[in-house]
């Protein structure tokens, strides 16, 4: 059945079926809402992923290069 | 196509009220979007938020400047300029106020429109009754069903039921019920007279 949901709710799902190994994220609008249900998901267990909160977006990159340069999905 | 507006305060659920309506009809098979209006949204500030229902796939994403429906939050914003903008003579409009046309200083302004079309809901009052807090979304979604038609209630009672849960989806349900049970008066009673 097709759903209707709000475009963030749809990033965050896209996200999840990518099964990051890292979140690493700067809520800020207009983004807030796609941080939040990662977050959500992850804390529910539904997403098995480490989940980081970052001070900028620069620090959600550093973070991102360095997961994936350890070997993870991030 | 039917485009609706929605005006109200921040944190008042404007913009959650525009995401419902967009649910209700699309789970009864239309096409549909909603979306606010972004500027220096706080709470207590004037903001806007829009709806388009339609048969066909929507394309356009603009703002909703020629409204079908016009549905009004907060009464306290009824004297600005533009909120009234583009509403055709054969549009529809609900207000949340315990206060009459009259009493609201529009009743010269109604006499553009088709009197059965143009409703005050006191939809804070029933949120309040129903829900323990005076928001008035779930119970101007309710009127909006019973004034225009344009989805059914059961739609906005499923998209209540879907978004929200526990008593907060019951309450709001109620305050729904009501609501669409008042306009549904109203207009029966304005069909009479």
Redesign the interface.
């Known amino acids: 059945m097709?759903?209707?949901i709000?475009g963030s709710r749809a990033v965050a799902e896209a996200v999840a079926m990518s099964r990051p190994d890292v979140i690493c994220a700067y809520p800020i609008?207009?983004q807030t809402h796609i941080v939040e249900a990662l977050g959500a998901m992850v804390k529910k267990g539904e997403l098995n992923a480490e989940f980081l909160n970052v001070e900028s977006e620069f620090a959600a990159m550093s973070v991102a290069i360095g997961a994936s340069a350890a070997g993870a999905r991030a | 196509m039917f485009g609706v507006r929605f005006h109200g305060r921040g944190g008042q659920g404007v913009v959650t009220a525009a995401e419902l309506l967009a649910a209700a009809a699309f789970s009864e098979g239309k096409h549909a979007q909603a979306f606010p209006s972004f500027g220096s949204e706080r709470m207590g500030a004037p903001v806007m938020s829009f709806c388009r229902i339609d048969d066909k796939p929507i394309r356009t994403h603009e703002p909703v400047s020629e409204p079908d429906a016009l549905i009004i939050q907060d009464p306290t914003l009824l004297h600005q300029a533009e909120l009234f903008a583009g509403l055709s003579p054969a549009g529809y409009m609900l207000i949340n106020s315990t206060h009459g046309f009259e009493e609201l200083g529009l009743g010269e302004f109604v006499g553009g429109f088709h009197l059965d079309r143009l409703l005050v809901v006191p939809a804070s009052s029933l949120a309040q009754t129903h829900l323990g807090r005076p928001m008035p979304g779930g119970a101007l979604l309710g009127g909006f069903a019973a004034l225009t038609w344009a989805v059914s209630l059961d739609a906005v009672l499923a998209a209540i039921n879907d978004r929200f849960s526990g008593e907060v989806a019951e309450g709001n349900e109620k305050a729904a019920r009501a609501a669409f049970a008042f306009v549904r008066d109203e207009r029966e009673a304005l069909t009479r007279a």
């Open positions: 097709l759903k209707q709000e609008t207009p």
